[in-house]
């Protein structure tokens, strides 16, 4: 699994590709929202990701990955397009929302996460928030294309944080937060019936795609063996 990430993350660091790992740097505020056409303007108050940041990089808010179009003190603004108001839960977001935000990977940064790259698959829908001794259990439900890329003990981005699927039954699917993920998060805050945004793991996702492309050869195959009388 580790060479297979490299694999992976070599060229995209090479191709400066825009990454990120999944640990959440700091807890924002979104403090104002302009709709524009389909698509929306935030304005997010924060500080510690706006070290060393400059117009133009990225910074991944609630797991959605968006370019910094102007900032100040203790803010940045950033333009949401359409299709990712459509694919992620922003539509909902309200000023004072809290979000995670984490920037972009650097070349010297260590992958102390999971390869995330900030671009949604879609929504889930919080359905049980349980504590356990010292971890805080989350159950989700999804849609069956999202959770036909999931599988337990595997990766997957909740609102931006990287975490490890304690549990996938259908379209349902649960995770176990330590304290130190729970305090440090949005998730601190997160409750039933809320929305969240979902990216899948990138290797589930090659893999699935390599699978369906093998399925359909066979098939093709077999039409053609059929065709010449076999």
Known sequence: MVRIYALLVIPLLK?????????????GRVVQIIQSGDGMELTIS?????????????????GVCLTVTEMGQEFFVADVMAETVRKSGLANYRPSTVVNLERAMKASDRLGGHIVQGHV??????????DHGSATYFQFQSTPEIAALLVETGSIAING???????????????????????????????????????CDII?????????????KQVLDKEKLAKYGF
């Open 15 to 27: 191709e400066e590709k825009i990454i990120f790992t999944g640990l959440i740097e700091e807890v």
């Open 161 to 199: 944080v990287s975490l490890t699927l304690t549990e996938v039954i259908q379209d349902t699917f649960a995770v176990s937060l330590i304290p130190h993920t729970l305090y440090q998060t949005q998730f601190k805050v997160l409750q039933v019936g809320e929305l969240v945004n979902i990216e």
């Open 46 to 62: 924060c500080s510690k990701v706006l070290e060393n940041t400059n117009i133009g990089d990225s910074i991944a808010v609630n």
């Open 121 to 130: 698959d879609g929504v889930a829908t919080v359905l049980e928030r349980l």
């Open 204 to 216: 589930g996702k090659y893999l699935f795609k390599w699978r369906s492309t093998e399925a359909k």
